[in-house]
């Protein structure tokens, strides 16, 4: 069984940063896609950013420029550097994986379709 656990949320004011952390047990084929999501309740989940086994990234229009997604070497810790942190990115913020990583950008951003998911971390962002 492959878990996930989400780590590093927190209140922070506007303007500030932020680095979110993931740390997935196992890797069960060297083909994968990570995912950061975000959900706030009563609607609908987001797909913030994705990464793939060979290193392609992609950020959904919301974030760019200001939110990065970067794996360690060992690649079982995945993080989210999150900068110029604004109101509106208050939300709890889920990490996922998926074996193979196919269409893993789709994956994320459009169809939230992945395997194995963090029950989240909270992170505010006080104006």
């Known amino acids: 069984q492959v878990q996930v656990v989400e780590s590093g949320g927190a209140s922070v004011q506007a303007g500030g940063s932020l680095r979110l952390s993931c740390t997935v047990s196992?890797?069960?084929?060297?083909?994968?896609?990570l995912g950061w999501f975000r959900q706030i309740p009563g609607k609908e989940r987001e797909g913030v950013t994705s990464l793939d086994n060979v290193g392609t990234t992609a950020y959904a229009d919301s974030v760019k420029g200001r939110f990065t997604i970067s794996q360690e070497n060992g690649k079982n810790t995945v993080y989210l550097q999150m900068n110029t942190l604004k109101p509106e990115d208050s939300a709890t913020y889920y990490c996922?994986?998926?074996?193979?990583?196919?269409?893993?950008?789709?994956?994320?951003?459009?169809?939230?379709?992945?395997?194995?998911w963090g029950k989240g971390t909270l992170v505010t962002v006080s104006s």
């Open positions: 996922a994986v998926a074996f193979p990583a196919a269409h893993c950008s789709a994956s994320v951003l459009l169809h939230h379709n992945m395997n194995y």
């Open positions: 196992k890797y069960v084929y060297s083909s994968y896609c």
